[in-house]
């Protein structure tokens, strides 16, 4: 008998270790019976996922997949994070947004768990006027007060300031961030005539008597929300951040004054290891900005749960992936973490949804204990290198723009605009094919499910880059589906034919049913065509029972009065049936041709 050694790590130290040469051939037979003939390192990207930006995520990672060396947390080049103790004496700073003048809602947040305050003000928000109302019975000298104002920073920062003046709080104990942010603003509205000397003025203020306040952000929230990838938003909030490292010190600001200035906002996605990755490469990228420029040191992150993964219809969904996005970004290492509400897509958040919003922070820093490590993910074969691999693609983006004459010369070009455009038909395109899902959207709608109403959010400044939104399409078509509602007291109907016994037809039931209600179409099952009130339909089985009963059926079908007769399934020669649905099929093109033909406008 064999003796093993007490270390508690022997189970299998008997066998011989596995080779990666080995899985590769075992991965290889079983795609080999999926009719896929492949070998080695073509069985491994056969399983390998395409991401944007020309990235690709591998079924496997191992020690072989080799990244730079990260460093340590608190240390250069940053990318483990910007302080050596990380996120744990006490967890991320938990930022609540704001658009609206409600005192009430501001403290009711501060009471139960939120440290610092987000304000939108003027353009987008509340008035300048309204701060000190909607500031009364705040602690100033605990409460961090970030802005967002735009074109109006000016006059909201100094409000801000006599404010602290007024109620005595020290300028060496005021924190936060005047919000600054020019370009972010020229992205956002097509604006090209701000002033930054203003803004200069007020980061030589903060940078000599408030040391606890930014004068500027480094928003990259505009790229995001016009449909750039992970990298571009990257490059576009370098460019960013070294165009206000010139101005500042044009100004006569030093280099270290100038970089303390600046705070960077970041997009956090359902994705959650591209946004641990994304805000890793943010702070490794800024980390060589920083040394190039001679002012080495951290970037401070602000990281925002993502508007464009907020969906419309079935919107408690967005509380799970608010909750993988905000997971994300404190293993990602952001300071700050901004969760927007479930129903932000919809108007002005209920207390609810407020409630749930900061309570995703504080479940997962105090009863997950997210923050009690720092940097969680690092030695992660994938995390470390799809931080390298995001990294080099977002410097090659902030090349691009570098090369255009800086970010404002890019945005003014169109230059970024087109880049973003074309990345978002990309994904668009993978939205319509649902090769992305939505949950909810376009994967298991709910035809049956009461609209969520709220008050109208103040409208948010446009006339620059688009914002999109993930459930666009799928919106738009249900959208007229509830107008057909409304207009005659039905929705559009669609029958589906199940042939042969359950085992046969369920599945693909299944997938016509989710496919038509995600356009807005009711399924009819029970019954006869005849019966359903539907002008179309829909053949499901499997494809032995096709090539016996479908050519039948569709005459059958037709000669009742069905215009238009679809089969789920892979396009065949079936006599009579007019298109085929099909995993991979364009569903937005189809729902939209077949709700055209239904006269649903």
Not at 127 to 152: H, K, N, T
Request: glycine share 10%; proline share 5%; with cysteine.
């Amino acid at each position: 008998m064999t003796v093993l050694p007490d270390d508690g790590l022997s189970l299998a130290a008997e066998f011989p270790d596995a080779t990666h040469e080995q899985w590769q051939r075992l991965v290889a037979g079983v795609l080999r019976k999926s009719g896929k003939e492949v070998s080695d390192d073509a069985a491994e990207d056969a399983l390998s996922t395409t991401l944007e930006d020309g990235l690709r995520a591998r079924p496997l990672y191992s020690a072989l997949d080799s990244a730079p060396d990260p460093g340590l947390p608190g240390f250069a080049p940053f990318t483990r994070g910007g302080r050596a103790e990380g996120n744990t004496l006490g967890g991320w700073d938990v930022r609540q947004r704001h658009t609206a003048a409600d005192n009430g809602a501001v403290l009711a947040d501060l009471e139960n768990g939120v440290a610092s305050l987000w304000l939108s003000v003027g353009a987008g928000g509340f008035p300048v006027s309204s701060l000190g109302p909607v500031l009364d019975g705040v602690y100033l000298d605990l409460a961090p007060v970030v802005l967002e104002a735009g074109r109006e920073v000016e006059p909201a920062a100094r409000e801000l300031l006599r404010l602290y003046e007024q109620r005595g709080v020290a300028r060496d104990v005021a924190r936060g961030n005047l919000g600054a942010d020019p370009l972010g603003h020229e992205a956002r509205t097509g604006d090209d005539g701000f002033d930054f000397a203003p803004v200069a003025a007020l980061a030589r203020l903060c940078a000599e008597e408030y040391p606890g306040l930014r004068a500027l952000t480094v928003d990259a929230l505009p790229y995001h929300e016009a449909g750039g990838s992970a990298a571009q938003e990257l490059g576009a909030s370098l460019a960013t951040g070294v165009a206000y490292l010139r101005e500042l010190t044009g100004a006569g600001l030093s280099v270290e004054q100038a970089a303390a200035q600046l705070e960077f906002r970041y997009a956090a996605t359902a994705d959650q290891f591209l946004t641990i990755a994304k805000l890793r490469a943010a702070r490794r990228l800024w980390a060589r900005v920083a040394e190039v420029c001679g002012a080495p040191g951290g970037q401070v992150q602000h990281a925002v749960t993502s508007p464009v993964m907020m969906s419309r219809r079935d919107p408690w969904v967005n509380m799970l992936r608010a909750t993988v996005a905000t997971l994300a970004a404190g293993v990602g290492g952001a300071e700050s973490v901004t969760v927007l509400p479930f129903d932000h897509a919809l108007g002005l958040p209920d207390a609810f949804a407020r409630r749930i919003a900061r309570n995703t922070s504080t479940i997962l820093v105090e009863e997950s204990h997210l923050a009690r490590v720092i940097d969680p993910a690092g030695g992660s074969w994938y995390v470390e290198r799809l931080t390298d691999e995001l990294a080099h693609a977002g410097w090659e983006f902030f090349q691009r723009i570098e090369r255009e004459g800086g970010q404002a010369a890019a945005l003014r070009s169109g230059r970024v605009g087109e880049e973003l455009a074309a990345t978002w038909a990309a994904r668009s395109a993978k939205l319509a094919k649902r090769r992305e899902p939505v949950t909810g959207v376009s994967e298991f709608p709910h035809l049956a499910e009461r609209l969520v109403a709220r008050e109208p959010a103040p409208e948010p400044p446009s006339g620059g880059l688009p914002r999109v939104r993930r459930d666009e399409a799928y919106e738009n078509l249900r959208a007229r589906s509830d107008a057909h509602l409304a207009a005659t007291g039905t929705r559009p109907r669609i029958f589906l034919a199940a042939l042969g016994p359950a085992a046969a037809h369920t599945a693909r039931l299944t997938f016509a049913s989710n496919l038509f209600q995600a356009g807005g179409i009711e399924p009819v099952t029970d019954g006869t065509f005849e019966d359903s009130g539907a002008t179309e339909a829909c053949l499901c089985s499997s494809d032995a029972l096709y090539e016996e009963q479908a050519a039948e059926v569709t005459a059958s079908l037709k000669s009742a009065g069905a215009a238009q007769v679809f089969l789920a399934g892979r396009p065949g020669q079936y006599s009579g049936v007019d298109a085929y649905v099909f995993a991979g099929c364009d569903a937005v093109a189809v729902l939209s041709a077949t709700l055209d033909r239904m006269g649903v406008s």
